[in-house]
């Protein structure tokens, strides 16, 4: 081992203490769990830790490369700096700030920042520790905890709700001024009383004193609620309808210390409720019973052993619609009124009338039989005929129909009676108005109706489900090559595939045509427009749409279709439009619309042909592009020799005007034999096509 020199002892020991610390130093710095640097005086970052590169989204060598201004947030660069200068000029030693430094990806990181000045032997400055301290979730914290408190403020001052505290005997401590306000007291007269003498709970029904719930609380430590609404009595003419609620004041180990009392004043909400109960129950306009009320009613009294029987009168107002529409709401509200008082009064007391939709009303009566229920129905329609309305100099008068269903001791469902004394009140309004009429399951009339409703039901969920299915028919020349085919409808109920025969007359009674007819419009121009895009349409063939009376005496209907027509653009010669001629076409709409579509270049036809009532005479006035003679007169044209000259008479008529004529119908080679011996060349019928699916009837193949 060599010597060392004494001298050099010392130094060497010194030398390694100082490496030693520096180590240290240097671990504790690159470690610890804030970010630390050394910056110089210029503001370069000379060291920094991983803590630091960490917050900041920089590694350590890019880090070195900025310095302290470069990622300080610009708004706090100012502050940052002045306290810079107040160390570097010796007038601080440390500094503690807050700000916002500036991430890599541009990110804002909340930070307590504390520096502090190491300095040479000499005095000058070395360079800058600055410990930073991520505290972004802190101040978040204090920002939500501030914006809870403020919240919790404000809404604790905005209900206004009355709060008593009481001690752990029971006697008021403390009240708010709500509380004061509802008890109608200054604090220094109930300060030291008995909750119980001065909070008077009472039934607002009964008046009878109810339990305080602070007694309650005080002795079992549960909270206590007041299952309903009481009255305060305070002493005063109207005193407040409150809800109360009790909890324990807890204090260490459980202790209760007392009690809070919190009265809320709900007299809006109650008088509210109690409007809401009336509402529920009775028509607002004419304060008769509802249909709810009244289902309620006829709920209670089936099941129940009755003599004499009982028997619904359903009523209906004629007419009250022309008045509303002509007169105003305002005077219809009136006649609404007038009426509902007239009948109320001729059925007291007997049964309450209810009042069911805009004019129709309802009530169950109790008779000796059907001629004492006719009677009393009778008697409601002639008061019904007594009242005269003038407005405006001119009179107007409404009378009343009546359906009549009697309560069966099966009936179990109130839906059961109104349907059946409804289908009576459409037979009485349908056979002229202005009368009485019985359900009766064998009378063919209300079986109709009772049809027409089902098919009505399946008719809108077809609407609503997209349940019809658009089928087409070959219109054929005489060697059987399609010229064009009928849009055909079906209907797709379940399994089942229905023929427009079981839905159309339903839809044509209940008024459904033209959203039927819409429905076929949009499915025929998606077809033609595909198939056309496609390249697929047959060239010079079309699709001909039928169109229901109803829907093009309809002027907005007509509106709809012309603007449809506009905004799809389908190829004019690919459709043709069907006018059902067995149909009454009301008004002249409609030959304003047949003018339109012509003029669009869309050929129009009379369909049915012969068998209306003024076939030819609306011949005379629709200029019209053909007809389609109804298969009426072609089924037996070799057996009726009439038939034979009405189709030869129809024939000539078409050669003569130089339009299309069409034979529909068409089953056996001999009916096409005859036709075409009488001059026609346009045929439709099962000999040819019987309907199918589009899909499949665009894919036969022509002969």
């Not at 990806?105 to 520096?115: F, I, N, T």
């Not at 012509?598 to 009379?606: D, S, T």
């Not at 008479?649 to 068409?666: K, N, S």
């Amino acid at each position: 081992m060599t010597d060392t020199p004494p001298g050099k002892v010392i130094p060497m020991f010194a030398e390694l203490a100082l490496r030693e610390s520096e180590r240290r130093f240097q671990q504790a710095f690159d470690h610890a769990p804030i970010g630390f640097a050394l910056v110089a005086p210029d503001g370069r970052l000379l060291a920094v830790n991983r803590e630091l590169c960490v917050m900041l989204e920089y590694d350590r060598p890019t880090l070195l490369e900025r310095d302290f201004q470069s990622i300080t947030h610009p708004d706090d660069l100012a502050k940052d700096l002045a306290h810079v200068e107040a160390l570097l000029e010796g007038r601080a030693d440390d500094y503690r700030i807050e700000k916002r430094y500036i991430t890599r990806s541009g990110a804002v990181v909340e930070a307590q920042l504390d520096v502090s000045l190491l300095r040479g032997v000499d005095g000058r400055p070395i360079h800058f520790l600055s410990q930073i301290q991520d505290i972004t979730a802190r101040k978040q914290q204090a920002l939500d905890l501030a914006k809870v408190e403020t919240v919790a403020q404000a809404t604790l001052s905005a209900l206004g709700e009355g709060v008593i505290r009481c001690d752990a005997d029971g006697r008021i401590a403390d009240a708010n001024a709500a509380a004061l306000t509802m008890l109608d007291v200054g604090l220094d007269a109930i300060v030291g009383e008995p909750v119980a003498r001065i909070v008077l709970l009472e039934g607002i029904d009964d008046g009878q004193p109810l339990a305080d719930p602070v007694v309650a609380v005080l002795a079992r430590g549960d909270v206590v609620r007041l299952a309903r609404f009481a009255r305060l009595n305070n002493g005063s003419p109207t005193p407040p309808i409150v809800t109360a609620m009790a909890s324990p004041i807890r204090l260490a180990e459980a202790e209760i210390g007392g009690a809070v009392l919190v009265l809320q004043d709900v007299g809006e909400l109650h008088n509210a409720t109690e409007e809401l109960i009336y509402l529920a129950s009775h028509d607002a306009l004419t304060g008769l019973l509802n249909r709810s009320a009244l289902e309620k009613h006829l709920r209670s009294a089936m099941g129940a052993v009755a003599s004499p029987p009982r028997y619904l009168l359903h009523m209906n107002l004629d007419h009250f619609r022309t008045v509303n529409d002509i007169c105003g709401t305002p005077v219809g509200d009136r006649v609404l009124e007038d009426l509902a008082a007239l009948l109320q009064a001729a059925l007291a007391p007997r049964a309450r009338l209810a009042r069911l939709s805009g004019d129709e009303f309802a009530a169950l009566v109790t008779a000796d039989d059907r001629d004492a229920v006719a009677a009393l129905a009778s008697e409601l329609i002639d008061t019904v005929d007594r009242y005269h309305l003038i407005h405006e100099d001119r009179p107007y008068t409404v009378s009343l129909s009546v359906g009549i269903a009697r309560l069966m001791p099966d009936d179990r469902e109130p839906s059961e009676l109104l349907v059946r004394a409804d289908a009576a009140l459409d037979v009485a309004r349908q056979s002229g108005r202005h009368r009485v009429h019985f359900h009766s399951d064998d009378d063919p009339a209300i079986r109709f109706n009772l049809a027409a409703r089902d098919a009505a039901q399946r008719i809108h969920r077809a609407l609503e489900q997209d349940g019809f299915e658009l089928h087409l028919q070959a219109i054929v020349d005489a060697a059987g090559q399609p010229l064009g085919y009928e849009a055909l409808l079906r209907l797709r109920d379940g399994p089942d595939m229905l023929p427009p025969g079981e839905f159309l007359p339903a839809a044509k009674h209940l008024g459904l045509m033209p959203a039927i007819d819409e429905w076929v419009i949009n499915a025929s121009l998606d077809l033609v427009g595909s198939r056309t895009t496609a390249g697929q349409w047959p060239a010079q063939r079309y699709l001909s749409i039928n169109l229901s009376a109803g829907s093009v005496s309809d002027p907005l209907f007509g509106a709809r279709l012309l603007d449809c027509l506009r905004q799809r653009g389908p190829p004019v010669g690919a459709l043709r439009f069907e006018i059902t001629e067995t149909d009454e076409l009301r008004g002249r709409d409609y030959e304003a619309l047949i003018a339109a579509l012509r003029a669009a270049g869309y050929r129009v036809w009379l369909d049915d042909f012969g068998s209306g009532y003024n076939t030819f005479e609306l011949l005379k006035r629709l200029p019209v592009d053909g007809i389609k003679i109804d298969g009426l007169f072609t089924r037996e044209l070799r057996e009726d020799p009439i038939d034979a000259v009405l189709v030869a008479a129809i024939a000539d008529v078409g050669r003569r005007l130089a339009i299309e004529v069409v034979a529909e119908g068409v089953e056996d080679a001999g009916s096409l034999e005859v036709l075409t011996r009488l001059g026609l060349g346009c045929f439709q019928g099962f000999y040819f096509h019987r309907g199918e699916s589009a899909a499949a009837a665009l894919a036969r193949p022509t002969t």
